[in-house]
């Protein structure tokens, strides 16, 4: 397989396993099934995903490849640079009145077969029979709602690892989504232990677990989260591209918001 096709089916597989893609039909773009997501777009040096939100407008009909757009409105990769055709949908939204955000962020893959063992700054819990059992004896983070909390630590929700300190979670990495072919890592580390090296060492004992199950795994995180990014750096996955998504702008209820990508 050429690089550019490969390159666009590892952004197609993961557009897929986060947002949900539904392909095109009679030569309309792809769709994701995300509510929340008004467009996206996946591209690298060599290839493009472009799909719209199942009911957002204002897109028209495009080749199921997803990467034509109106003449003269073409443009080159360029990592940390959002697409034009986001940046005109988003201006189109706030003109309309109804605001919506466009963000992105870098994406990575985990290589096939990982290095030596990360090192563990503190004791790790992994996902297996004996972590689960020891995981109904820790408090619950309180940024975790139980029935959440309860999917994960019975391992429904995939693999886990989870760094230890006096009977408390202070990071985790888990499977937030995935599909029969691939899995997302998703990172939580407590604020008062951040920096200390927790966030390489879940991942990397989450990717030894999950990569067992699954022969693709992603990482992704956004442009303005350094220490997300400095974690893909520590663990040596291998850069894929950038996903930007444009989306309705959250209401503002105070909720917490479930640990994830």
């Known amino acids: 397989m050429e690089r550019s096709a490969y390159e666009r089916e590892l952004l197609a597989l993961e557009v897929e396993v986060i947002h949900g893609l539904v392909p095109g039909r009679g030569g309309e773009l792809p769709t994701v099934t ?14 493009c995903v472009r799909a719209s939100g199942a009911k957002a407008d204002g897109w028209g009909a495009r080749r199921s490849d997803g990467c034509e757009a109106p003449v003269g409105t073409e443009q080159r990769y360029a990592p940390g640079e959002p697409p034009d055709i986001l940046v005109r949908l988003a201006a189109a939204r706030a003109g309309a009145g109804d605001p919506a955000e466009l963000r992105g962020g870098p994406c990575f893959t985990f290589p096939p077969r ?10 790790l819990l992994l996902s297996d029979a004996e972590g689960r059992r020891a995981a109904r004896r820790l408090t619950r983070p309180d940024n975790w709602q139980p029935g959440e909390w309860a999917e994960l630590i019975s391992g429904a929700a995939g693999e886990w690892a989870m760094a230890v300190r006096d009977g408390e979670p202070v990071s985790i990495c888990h499977t937030p989504a995935a599909n029969d072919r691939a899995a997302e890592a998703g990172v939580w580390t407590r604020p008062d232990f951040r920096g200390r090296g927790l966030a390489p060492a879940v991942t990397d004992a989450w990717a030894r677990r999950e990569g067992c199950h699954r022969q693709t795994l992603f990482y992704s995180t956004t442009a303005d989260n350094h220490a997300s990014r400095a974690v893909a750096r520590k663990l040596g996955l291998t850069p894929l591209g950038w996903i930007w998504t444009v ?3 959250p209401a503002r209820t105070g909720s917490l918001i479930r640990p994830g990508i």
């Open 34 to 47: 995300d509510p929340s997501v008004l467009a996206v777009q996946a591209w690298s040096p060599g290839a």
């Open 247 to 249: 989306r309705r702008a």
């Open 114 to 123: 990982p290095a030596d063992d990360f090192p563990w700054p503190l004791p």
